[in-house]
């Protein structure tokens, strides 16, 4: 497993200095433009990284009610994440193993050549695969997501995943609006996916007292040991048991770091998952694409990170906070969890 990592970060970090140059926008500030037809580029299969185009799409789809909108991703997950949005018109996939569906791959690629867009946005500057999808597409204006040093120095949370391509897309189409708040990740739970949901969380905790979701898996070393989730979860029940149910949210690997102490709730449906967290009051977990997917939940979610990105991959809305319990001791955890419980 670790040998295919090293592989995996050396064939990025070849591709990243192949296609580098590759693609400049062409489009400037105040360029005018009524979009019907958008191509986006986000192939990558990662929850997290799918998830947060959600704010791109809510921003392209309210300053162009009426424009279809093609998703081109790595993978199935698009499908399920953004069946809500009435705009999308085609999700064009990549196979998620390239190499073991050659045919298919190069098929995919070569199908992007038959559609004329208004508009093609890669939405990272630093996907290879999106850099050139966007350059092969035939659109009048494209935009490459280049760093923008004067939203850059402006802004705080510029570099952040989810809100960078929205920054950029409002420097050049909509300057009077850069200053706005940046839509959440949102996957548009409806009324009967909310009510399946607090159907769902009851079955499980069968009380009237609110709930505080926990997740405790992560992948690679943003997983935090047993020993210090112990400590967490033992911590959370002396706390708060007496008015709060806390129940644990398991990965699709059905692990858990707390030795499945607490109540548990598990689920391949992604859009349950969202449903549920938005029946609870709190979800508190390590980075990973379920934090992400908690954030499109409406819910307040504090993200534990510790060695990835704060600034590029932290939780935003609904109160939201990252840190990091590697170096906060637990009365300071406690502390904030309070605080947002309060909220």
């Known amino acids: 497993m670790q040998f295919k990592s090293k592989i995996n970060k050396f064939r990025r970090r070849a591709m990243h200095g192949l296609t580098h ?24 299969s990662r929850l997290g990284n799918q998830l947060m185009i959600s704010p791109l799409l809510q921003e392209l789809t309210q300053m162009f009610p009426e424009c279809k909108i093609d998703l081109f991703v790595r993978g199935n997950v698009s499908s399920i994440l953004f069946e809500k949005y009435e705009n999308i018109d085609r999700i064009i996939k990549l196979p998620k193993k390239p190499f073991k569906e050659l045919f298919k791959y190069l098929k995919v690629w070569i199908a992007l050549r038959k559609y004329r867009y208004d508009l093609a946005i890669n939405v990272t500057e630093a996907s290879s695969s999106g850099r050139l999808a966007t350059k092969w597409v035939k659109a009048k204006f494209k935009l490459f997501n280049e760093i923008n040093n004067e939203l850059k120095t402006k802004y705080d949370d510029y570099i952040h995943m989810a809100k960078f391509p929205v920054y950029n897309f409002r420097y050049f189409f909509s300057p009077e609006s850069v200053e706005k708040p940046i839509p959440t990740l949102n996957i548009k739970l409806t009324p009967d996916e909310l009510d399946n949901g607090k159907k769902v969380l009851q079955s499980i905790v069968n009380n009237d007292k609110k709930t505080i979701g926990i997740y405790t898996f992560a992948t690679g070393q943003k997983c935090y040991p047993q020993t210090l989730w112990a400590q967490i979860y033992e911590r959370l029940k002396s706390e708060y048991e007496e008015n709060y149910n806390i129940l644990e949210i398991l990965p699709v690997e059905n692990v858990s770091q707390i030795a499945f102490k607490a109540p548990a709730y598990y689920s391949k449906n992604l859009r349950e998952i969202a449903s549920l967290i938005a029946n609870t ?44 319990p590697l170096t906060m001791p637990i009365d300071e955890i406690i502390e904030i969890i309070d605080d947002v419980l309060k909220e």
């Open 281 to 324: 009051q709190l979800f508190f977990g390590a980075d990973s694409g379920m934090m992400h997917l908690a954030s499109t939940s409406q819910r307040a979610v504090i993200g534990l990170f510790s060695i990835t990105d704060t600034n590029v991959y932290k939780p935003y809305g609904n109160n939201s906070i990252a840190i990091n």
């Open 21 to 44: 140059g590759i693609g400049r926008s062409n489009v400037s500030a105040n360029t005018k433009i009524n979009a019907k037809r958008i191509f986006i580029a986000r192939p990558n």
